[in-house]
């Protein structure tokens, strides 16, 4: 059973900073892309900030140059800086893994795509 487990989110004023991180445990072949989307009250989730297996990253226009995404293979952990943020970040960000895992008893390896539970970011003064 895989498991995504979320952490980093709160209450911030305008302009400051916070970690997010997401910790992937369970029987796992391989961790492929992790990302980060979030959605806002009324709006449709949308994507934050991607990161391949490869280390390369996309980020939406909205928070580029602001956030940066980054992950530790060894603690299969995936995280999100948020620096300069704004009211408009107020949202739910969610974690997002596409990884391989052991299927069926034989244990062959399929494609998974898991979210997390959702973590609470609210920028207010």
């Known amino acids: 059973q895989v498991q995504l487990v979320e952490s980093g989110g709160g209450l911030v004023q305008p302009g400051g900073s916070l970690r997010l991180s997401c910790v992937i445990s369970?029987?796992?072949?391989?961790?492929?892309?992790m990302g980060w989307y979030r959605q806002a009250p009324e709006k449709q989730r949308e994507l934050v900030a991607t990161?391949?297996?490869?280390?390369?990253?996309n980020y939406a226009d909205s928070v580029k140059g602001r956030f940066t995404i980054s992950r530790d293979n060894a603690k299969s952990t995936v995280y999100l800086q948020m620096n300069s943020l704004k009211p408009e970040d107020t949202a739910v960000y969610y974690c997002n893994v596409d990884l391989t895992a052991p299927f069926g008893i034989m244990r062959y390896p399929r494609r998974y795509d898991y979210w997390g539970q959702g973590t609470q970011v609210t920028v207010s003064s």
């Open positions: 990161i391949t297996s490869g280390g390369n990253t």
């Open positions: 369970g029987s796992i072949f391989s961790i492929n892309a």
